[in-house]
């Protein structure tokens, strides 16, 4: 057995949980984080601390409050003024921001074990996380890469809609089984699948 | 009641919550006297009409907001940052306006 | 009512039968019948019993402001009381029962509440039960409760789901009739996001199952090819069976869908109702209008119903209401029914209208009806038993009111009635100023708008259907173009003249002057059993508010909110006081519209998910232990681990015994952790802490104390520095998110020069205590590159090292007062190195130690926690001031001096111990030992008790007036309510190994 355990372990096992007519209308599964960082630039180093983030990770951060860019296996969302969120395939990630972000830059915060990413997929997903959300998910008004803060049934949760029908959920960890068993029975009415850990 | 978040767009009331009287300034603790600490702490008027208050974005950015609201109506009639991001928050306000002028 | 399918006509389907019961018997409609269409085909007259008097009822309406017709529907858990029968779908298998009757519908002995009547009347029950009588209200209460009300909740639990959801939208219309229907077409081309919500499983609102041309064909075909281009539309969601019942802040609206309640149970996955939270840019109401009845003696027998009712039942479900059909209305539209009941080949046998002239149109309609014509009449009383036999006529003058005549009376079996209608302002009356009166109408408008909406239709006063068609057009178009978009003109469809009402002869009470044949009561609010009689008296009585009016009646205050009846009520009260209606105003709607039911409100915030848990990383391991989980906060943990046979003390006792013997192990995620920051992340600190922080050496963690600005204690923790500008701060489990938030505010609004960056990772570190003289050796055998002897690695140090290869951060840190140290690893391992861990403490005798066995060894050493930090006592109260600096500021210092905060004689902690084995309870008052017959004066308190394993006493920690003057004493710590009360000494808070030996070693 792994030494590294997800709060979903024992509940995500693929499964399909058909509604009334049989289709699944949303696919669920756990998508495993590697790294996730939170950096939070100094008002006055915020041009140094993207030109670091993007020479680290070849991914240049979103200039948009709640955008996100992606390139490879980096994401970079804008979670507020001057703080970026990166989540990425490269486990020393942490190691490596902190090394070229000093304080004197901003604070470089490791976040790897603090949340597990869900990701929600499928022509009911939009209906699926209204139940939940109160958010605009018109995809006009939150389109494809846009991230969100938000709360959903008591959990604060961060939304990142990957397409027109895709969203990853990024929940705390504590509060992952719960928030698991809330969107399970949300879906309920809609059927869901599960899929492997990973397999998004 | 929805408030403009100036990160995060207009937000429910619920995401946020309540920080009190943004009119009040913290004392010097070197120089106040203990009327004006009793003043800060404790003493809040209680107006009709706008009102200058704090909101922590909670459940969303987690920034603070300086928030003008109507307690007749609950109108909100806007919201900026509090703190060291709030002088770029209007830099950039300021260059968004330029721009639609333009 | 004597009621009978039609042959043909309506929408229903009849070749579906559907089978369902009412009281036990079985009875037979069609697929498209409401409980109510299909009991009036089966010809049954009597569907209720009324509220006070328990007068037969029959239908009335059919709509949601039906006041009679109330059933209890299904059965078992699934049973729901006051469900009004027109808006009940029929459903194969439906099984309804009548409510407010014993022993029967036809048999009800309460009817004799009728012959008390005069008892009954308003106010009975301030009258009776107030002043000396008051206790008589505890006697009579359960009687009256039986003898007056409505159905009875089951007391099961609700077998389906409920569900929440959240829309957005340009434009949200309430109500699908042709004014909505329009204004969702017109808005719609351009774009504009829209919702359209209407009551009725099928829309179309007055439009279904009507004859009138509209456009091309019938105005049933254009509300269905409406609906069908609406349907398409990827902009237009279409919400049939949605109430949208409140108005709130910022076009907020909460609206309720019947998901499920058509059907005899939800499908696997479907809720039952699903409510829903509307963000809207504009609101269009379009909610239509409710018929009002008129005020006549015995004016509610069964048989009476409204004159719009008795047209739909005919056109939209094939049912006649009678053979003999009379009509009596005051404006031309309810002519409309006697249009539909005579093309149905219904006889009606007269129409009574108080107005000497009629429209030229419903003359036409009367005429070619073959019904006689009593203009200048009213029905002043209806005759019959159990159900309408006929009615008396007398004539009308609109100077002199109703001739002392001697009536003329006609044999009819069902009277439809219509006093004119009553737009529905509910929801604009939310959010708007006063209501407009429209004179003609007899009939209040919305007021001036407080939010962004339009009306249209007969809500706006705009009866006819072509001016419906236009207003909704017209609505659509200004709302979507206020929402930012372009829209070109929609056409209309062309409307065939109709009869409808645009002025109606206010007739309030029509009522026979009294001296011949005045006997009878007329009803004004059917569903409250409230008379003109009442209202009179009321007024008599001094009532003259509406406000007051309506709670001393109760007039208008039942399930149908007076839907029917408020606009009667306010016109007799006008008569009474010589005012006009709009003097006497109107009261405000409230929401909801119509009843929602709490399992909707509550969505899916019940059982597992009423709120969320939270769980450590450790709690499978819990769990699996068979520990007691407790929920503190959010938070699950474990209580304690019990072994067989164990009861709760004996086993932290165990547990706690372990710990000062050999180790334990305790699972502290729950703890606050915040990762602070920044070139200034000392400075930020110290100005944080009421202790110094700016020399806190890095690999060294510090206890801190934090004050609130006003000098009180607020919360305590440890503090790691892990680098010249990082920290690791912990606080309390019930301060994490509060203490953040606070931080987070310093360093927004008080100090934002300062170059500090905040973050909550309590959710990233799982952290573990593990305490006792072995711990050292149990760590040692499982640290990899730690030096943990006491020399390199002393108390209060911090290290990173690896446990089993897995990166850890561990601190030397006591809480227990033994040789200790937390360990702290990324989440995720946390599982993986709890069981490391446990595993290498096997040897040495290891156990888990849970919230009870912590709060015992904090206890015998005094350490102070969240009942001790209860926000009203000072670091001097707890002898922490020690840990209040005098030479610097930090949040809390300029306060903490004040008076009230050094007055010596304040609570201070101190240790108790019983005296005589007895457990010492929390929240036992400290008094003096020699009682008197005069209670006691309280001189403090116990904040946290516990049995002390190390002393064999029990012990408890508590503040006490002047307590650290009172060591010695002998005191009673008394809880009067469970009648506890045990003799303690107070001695000093440090129970156990005070000078902390045990943990330096």
């Known amino acids: 057995m792994s030494d590294r355990i997800s709060p979903l372990q024992g509940h995500t096992d693929p499964r399909i949980v058909a509604a009334g007519q049989g289709e699944a209308g949303v696919v669920l599964s756990e998508r495993p984080i590697v790294s996730l960082v939170q950096v939070a630039a100094w008002p006055d180093s915020l041009e140094q601390v993207e030109d670091a983030l993007a020479s680290l990770t070849h991914c240049a951060p979103p200039q948009r409050p709640s955008g996100s860019s992606s390139r490879e296996a980096t994401t970079i969302m804008a979670i507020g003024p001057g703080r970026f969120l990166i989540e990425s395939g490269d486990p020393a990630l942490p190691d490596k921001l902190g090394a070229v972000i000093g304080a004197d830059l901003?604070?470089?915060?490791?976040?790897?074990?603090?949340?597990?990413?869900?990701?929600?997929?499928?022509?009911?997903?939009?209906?699926?996380?209204?139940?939940?959300?109160?958010l605009d998910l018109d995809i006009e008004r939150f389109p494809p890469l846009e991230v969100a803060q938000s709360v959903i049934h008591e959990v604060g949760v961060l939304v990142r809609r990957i397409s027109a029908d895709s969203f990853d959920l990024y929940v705390f960890r504590g509060f992952a089984l719960s928030f698991w068993d809330w969107l399970t029975e949300a879906a309920s009415e809609t059927g869901y699948r599960v899929d492997p850990p990973g397999s998004a | 009641m929805l408030i403009p978040c100036?990160?995060?767009?207009?937000?429910?009331?619920g995401e946020f919550t309540y920080g009190g009287d943004a009119t009040k300034e913290r004392p010097d603790p070197g120089s106040a006297s203990a009327s004006d600490w009793c003043d800060y702490v404790f003493a809040r008027a209680n107006p009709r009409g706008l009102h200058l208050e704090y909101w922590h974005h909670a459940q969303g950015c987690r920034l603070w907001l300086k928030v003008t609201r109507n307690t007749v109506t609950h109108a909100i009639e806007g919201a900026e940052i509090v703190g060291p991001w709030a002088e770029a928050d209007q830099d950039k306000r300021r260059s968004d306006e330029g721009q639609d002028v333009a | 009512m004597s009621g009978y399918?039609?042959?043909?006509g309506g929408l229903v389907d009849r070749d579906r039968p559907l089978n369902f019961t009412f009281d036990g018997k079985s009875y037979r409609g069609f697929a498209g019948d409401t409980l109510a269409s299909a009991l009036l085909a089966a010809g049954v007259d009597i569907m209720g019993r009324s509220f006070k008097y328990h007068r037969p009822r029959g239908l009335f309406s059919a709509g949601v402001e039906e006041p009679n017709a109330l059933v209890t529907l299904r059965a078992g858990a699934r049973s729901e009381p006051n469900c009004k029968a027109p808006v009940v779908e029929l459903f194969e298998g439906l099984e309804a029962k009548s409510q407010n009757r014993w022993p029967s519908l036809g048999l009800d002995v309460m009817a004799l509440n009728g012959l008390a009547g005069p008892l009954l009347s308003a106010g009975f029950y301030y009258k009776t039960f107030m002043g000396p009588t008051r206790k008589a209200w505890m006697i009579y209460e359960h009687f009256i409760r039986k003898a007056a009300g409505m159905g009875a909740a089951t007391r099961l639990a609700d077998p389906d789901r409920y569900e929440e959801t959240n829309a957005f939208c340009d434009l949200l219309i309430a109500?699908?009739?042709?004014?909505?229907?329009?204004?969702?077409?017109?808005a719609a081309g351009s774009g504009a996001r829209v919702v359209l919500a209407d009551e009725q499983a099928a829309m179309g609102g007055s439009l279904r199952g009507s004859a009138l041309q509209v456009g091309d064909s019938s105005g049933d075909a254009w509300c269905r090819s409406a609906l069908a281009v609406l349907a398409a539309l990827p902009n237009v969601t279409l919400l049939p069976r949605t109430t949208i019942y409140g108005y709130y802040d910022d076009n907020t609206f909460g609206a309720v869908e019947r998901v499920a309640d058509h059907l005899a149970a939800p499908t696997e996955g479907m809720p039952r109702q699903r409510h829903w939270t509307i963000r809207a840019k504009r609101l269009v109401i379009a909610s239509g209008a409710i018929e009002r009845p008129l005020v006549f003696a015995d004016n509610d027998k069964p048989g009476i119903l409204l004159a719009d009712a008795a047209r739909i039942y005919v056109e939209r479900f094939g049912v006649a209401p009678g053979h003999r059909v009379a009509l009596f209305a005051n404006h031309d539209g309810a002519y409309r029914t006697v249009e539909a009941l005579s093309a149905a080949g219904i006889e009606v046998v007269a129409v009574v209208d108080p107005r000497p002239e009629i429209g030229a149109a419903a003359r036409a309609v009367a005429e070619a009806s073959g019904a006689e014509l009593l203009t200048g009449q009213v029905v002043t009383r209806a005759r019959g038993g159990r159900k309408l036999t006929g009615i008396e006529v007398r004539p009308y003058d609109p100077a002199g009111g109703v001739q002392d005549r001697l009536p003329r009376t006609l044999a009819v079996d069902c009277l439809a009635v219509s006093g004119g209608w009553t737009p529905t302002i509910h929801l604009a009356s939310q959010a708007s100023g006063p209501a407009r009166w429209h004179e003609g109408l007899a009939a209040f408008l919305p007021g001036e708008p407080t939010q962004p909406w339009l009306a249209a239709g007969a809500c706006n006063g705009e009866m006819a259907t072509a001016a419906c068609l236009a207003a909704g057009a017209r609505a659509g178009t200004e709302a979507a173009r206020a929402c930012g978009f372009a829209i070109s003109p929609v056409s209309l469809p062309a409307v065939m003249e109709e009869v409808f009402c645009d002025a109606v002869l206010p007739v309030w009470d029509a009522r026979a002057p009294s001296k011949n044949g005045g006997k009878g009561k007329a009803f004004v609010d059917l569903q409250h059993d409230v008379t003109a009689a009442d209202v009179s008296l009321a007024h008599r009585e001094g009532f003259r508010s509406v406000e007051h009016l309506k709670r001393y009646t109760t007039l208008g205050m039942a399930t149908d909110q007076g839907k029917t009846s408020n606009?009667?009520?306010?016109?007799?009260?006008?008569?009474?006081?010589?005012?006009?209606?709009?003097?006497?105003?109107?009261?405000?709607f409230r929401p909801p519209y119509t009843p929602v039911t709490l399992g909707a409100l509550a969505g899916q915030a019940r059982s597992a998910h009423f709120r969320p848990l939270r769980r450590t990383p450790m709690h499978d391991w819990h769990v699996a232990q068979g520990a007691d989980m407790m929920e503190v906060g959010v938070w699950q943990r474990p209580r304690v681990y019990r072994r067989d046979g164990e009861n709760v003390e004996q086993a932290y006792i165990r547990e706690a015994r372990q710990v000062r013997a050999a180790v334990g192990m305790a699972d502290v995620s729950t703890l606050g952790k915040i990762d602070v920051q920044g070139p200034d992340a000392a400075e930020f600190l110290n100005r944080v802490y009421s202790n110094g922080f700016l020399k806190l050496p890095e690999g060294k963690a510090r206890y801190g104390l934090m004050l609130r600005e006003d000098g009180f204690l607020w919360d305590d923790g440890t503090t790691w520095r892990l680098g010249e500008h990082r920290f690791l701060m912990t606080t309390t489990t019930a301060n994490a998110a509060p203490v953040l938030a606070q931080l987070e505010f310093l360093l927004a609004a008080v100090w934002p020069e300062l170059k500090v960056a905040v973050t909550s990772v309590s959710e990233q570190w799982a952290a573990m205590a593990i305490s006792g003289p072995r711990t050292r050796d149990v760590l040692a055998t499982v640290v990899d590159d730690i030096d943990m002897s006491n020399e390199a690695f002393p108390f209060m140090g911090v290290r990173e090292g690896k446990l089993d290869g897995i990166p850890v951060l561990v601190a030397r840190l006591s809480f227990s007062g033994e040789l200790a140290y937390e360990v702290y690893s990324g989440a995720h391992f946390g599982e993986a190195v709890w069981r490391k861990i446990m595993a290498a403490g096997e040897p040495f005798g290891i156990v888990a130690y849970g919230l009870e066995a912590l709060g015992t060894l904090r206890i015998e050493k005094g350490h102070v926690a969240g009942p001790e930090l209860d926000g009203r006592t000072t670091?001097?109260?707890l002898g922490l001031a020690g840990m209040t600096s005098r030479k610097k500021a930090y949040i809390g210092s300029a306060m903490m001096d004040r008076e009230g905060l050094v007055e010596p004689r304040r609570l201070k902690l101190v240790g108790l111990v019983s005296r005589d084995g007895q457990p010492i309870r929390s929240g036992s008052h400290l008094v003096e030992a020699n009682g008197a017959s005069a209670p006691p004066r309280s001189l403090g308190h116990i904040t946290s008790s516990t049995y002390s394993p190390a002393l064999e006493k029990y012990i408890a920690l508590g503040l006490l007036e002047n307590g650290r003057d009172r060591i010695g004493q002998h005191l009673v710590a008394s809880y009067p309510l469970k009648g506890h009360e045990v003799g303690v000494e107070v001695v000093a808070s440090h129970f156990f190994d005070p000078e902390g030996s045990r943990m330096h070693v």
């Open chain 2, 6 to 13: 100036p990160h995060c767009g207009p937000r429910d009331v």
């Open chain 3, 875 to 877: 670091a001097e109260d």
């Open chain 1, 106 to 134: 901003g604070a470089v915060t490791d976040l790897g074990h603090a949340r597990c990413c869900i990701r929600v997929t499928g022509p009911k997903a939009t209906w699926v996380l209204a139940k939940g959300l109160a």
């Open chain 3, 175 to 186: 109500g699908a009739g042709p004014a909505g229907l329009m204004a969702a077409l017109a």
């Open chain 3, 5 to 8: 399918r039609l042959d043909s």
């Open chain 3, 567 to 588: 606009m009667a009520g306010l016109a007799l009260m006008a008569q009474e006081s010589g005012l006009a209606i709009p003097q006497v105003g109107t009261t405000r």
